[in-house]
C-alpha cells in the first residue's frame, strides 16, 4: 500500500521560512510528478509547484520567487521550501504524486495534509 506522510508545517511570522516534506512510502515502482496542493478556508484547493521527475518545475503565480520545489528520487521525497511567507499563504498545504506501485496502473496519491499558518 502505497501512503504519502507530510511533515514541516507550523505557525510562523510573516516574513519567515518554513519548509515541508513529503515522503512517500510501500511497493513503489516509480513516482512520476510530485507536487504541493494547498486550501485555504472558503477557498478551493490551488495547485502550489510541481517537480516532474526529471527535475521541471511548475509554480503558480503567487508564489513565484519565494517557494522552491525539490526531491529527492532516491529517497522518493519532495519538498517544498517557503521563504518571504506572508498571512496569504496560511493554509492546509497537501502533498501529491503520481505513481506507479508495483502491481497495477499508476494513480494519484495524497497527503493528509499539514497546516501552514502565518501570523503575527
Known amino acids: 500500500q502505497v501512503q504519502l506522510v507530510e511533515s514541516g508545517g507550523g505557525l510562523v511570522q510573516p516574513g519567515g521560512s518554513l519548509r515541508l516534506s513529503c515522503a512517500a512510502s510501500g511497493s513503489i515502482f516509480s513516482i512520476y510528478d510530485m507536487g504541493w496542493y494547498r486550501q485555504a478556508p472558503g477557498k478551493q484547493r490551488e495547485l502550489v509547484a510541481q517537480?516532474?521527475?526529471?527535475?521541471?518545475?511548475y509554480y503558480t503565480g503567487s508564489v513565484k520567487g519565494r517557494f522552491t520545489i525539490s526531491r529527492d528520487n532516491a529517497e522518493n521525497t519532495v519538498y517544498l521550501q517557503m521563504n518571504s511567507l506572508n498571512p496569504e499563504d496560511t493554509a492546509v498545504y497537501y502533498c501529491?504524486?503520481?505513481?506507479?506501485?508495483?502491481?497495477?496502473?499508476?494513480?494519484?496519491?495524497w497527503g493528509q495534509g499539514t497546516q501552514v499558518t502565518v501570523s503575527s
Open positions: 517537480i516532474s521527475r526529471g527535475g521541471n518545475t
Open positions: 501529491n504524486a503520481d505513481i506507479a506501485p508495483m502491481a497495477g496502473p499508476s494513480s494519484d496519491y
